[in-house]
């Protein structure tokens, strides 16, 4: 198992849906108990980097039939809401799973595909400031910086986002320039957040900008924010290569990256371990490292913390992996998540919704997620068991 520290062999105690014990051959009393010998048991995965809210923004997915096949428990939407929709955004939030937020500067948030930071009427700091007044839970901001979503207003709506954050930490998109890596990064606090580090977009090909390593040893988080065009490998690998690895690892989880290039959590951890992450690294940034980014309650199986656990196989072969620009790695490990408890329960499976119609599939992704429906739709529509897995349950005997 791997506790949010460390790798060792334990058994994990589950008391009113918190964790009591971890260590080996617990022994007592138990009401369940679950064997997952030869497993790899984690705490609840944290993806630092998604987006929720389907049917209110572009971007947004249910993260429930995710979560339960993925092992994630702890999702934070990275902006999807801002001040004049955050309300609506959080009333709409009645997941299973556990959602943690960030506020984008822009007041309309992300009900568009691009384009929120363009009015800098919209990113107004006093107002986004007030919104988190009114909002304690919220864990910080969010501010997209590239050429599509701030148009000709450079890194202004960035110091606006730092404004308005106070001691919160903001996290910061990057993309096509302008403005560059090298105009951002200098705005930033240590702990505030760059998504979409390993950007192929923000950096040029197989490159490492200078600017980039200075933010890193000023103490910004890294993180991956794979989406449908934030993750290149040759970035990620000249980063590595220069003692770089991302502090966490997220996938961007959207409408347009579900269904491909992202997937999920564990194939963008898949993707960092075959550029030679190790495993221990892989999940402490998706699990303690991304918890404490934002001061979350998640990421740990300690005594007392919740007893949100994923428990998966650990598969060993030949795994083609491609980025967003196509390029192709071929990993050795691959995590498949086996089962996903919240609060010590079992996550109940829930078939996903399709694609919005919005979002543009390649011929092969429409004939699989066919192929998917036509599985799921035999799956349900043939009695669950046959005549010989039946019994009688009101005898027409008395006696009986």
Not at 251 to 280: E, S, V
Not at 291 to 300: E, I, K, V, Y
Request: negative net charge; charged residues 20%.
């Amino acid at each position: 198992m791997f506790d949010g520290t460390a790798m060792r062999r334990a058994d994990v105690a589950v008391r009113d849906g918190r964790v009591v014990a971890v260590e080996p051959g617990i022994t007592g009393p138990a009401r369940e108990v679950l064997d997952v010998q030869g497993k790899l048991v984690t705490p609840g995965l944290v993806d630092l980097h998604t987006h929720v809210h389907p049917g209110g923004t572009y971007w947004g997915i249910d993260p429930d039939p995710v979560a339960w096949a993925s092992g994630v428990t702890t999702w934070v939407d990275a902006g999807s809401a801002g001040a004049y929709t955050i309300d609506s955004f959080l009333a709409a939030a009645r997941y299973r799973v556990r959602v943690a937020s960030l506020l984008n500067i822009s007041a309309v948030g992300l009900t568009g595909a691009m384009g929120e930071s363009r009015d800098p009427a919209n990113c107004d700091p006093d107002l986004a400031a007030e919104t988190l007044r009114r909002h304690p839970g919220l864990r910080g901001v969010k501010v997209r910086m590239d050429r599509f979503n701030v148009g000709g207003n450079g890194v202004e709506p960035l110091r606006r986002a730092v404004e308005a954050a106070g001691t919160r930490p903001v996290m910061v998109h990057i993309g096509a320039p302008p403005p560059s890596v090298g105009e951002v990064l200098p705005l930033l606090r240590p702990g505030d957040i760059i998504t979409h580090c390993a950007s192929g977009l923000a950096t040029a090909r197989g490159g490492l900008d200078p600017a980039m390593l200075t933010g890193y040893q000023r103490g910004i988080v890294f993180d991956i924010g794979h989406g449908a065009g934030g993750f290149a490998f040759d970035v990620a690998q000249a980063q590595l290569d220069a003692g770089m690895p991302p502090h966490t690892i997220s996938t961007d989880l959207h409408q347009r990256c579900l269904h491909g290039p992202a997937f999920d959590l564990p194939t963008t951890m898949a993707k960092l371990l075959a550029l030679g992450m190790g495993l221990p690294e892989v999940l402490a940034a998706v699990t303690g490292n991304p918890a404490r980014a934002l001061g979350l309650d998640a990421g740990t199986l300690a005594p007392g913390a919740a007893a949100d656990i994923a428990v998966f196989s650990l598969e060993e072969g030949s795994f083609p992996l491609a980025d967003v620009h196509g390029q192709v790695r071929v990993g050795r490990l691959r995590l498949r998540n086996e089962l996903t408890l919240l609060a010590g329960k079992p996550l109940p499976p829930k078939v996903p919704d399709p694609p919005a119609p919005w979002v543009r599939l390649t011929g092969a992704q429409r004939e699989a997620l066919a192929r998917r429906e036509a599985a799921v739709r035999e799956l349900l529509t043939m009695p669950l068991v046959g005549v010989d897995g039946l019994e009688e349950q009101f005898p027409r005997d008395p006696e009986t």
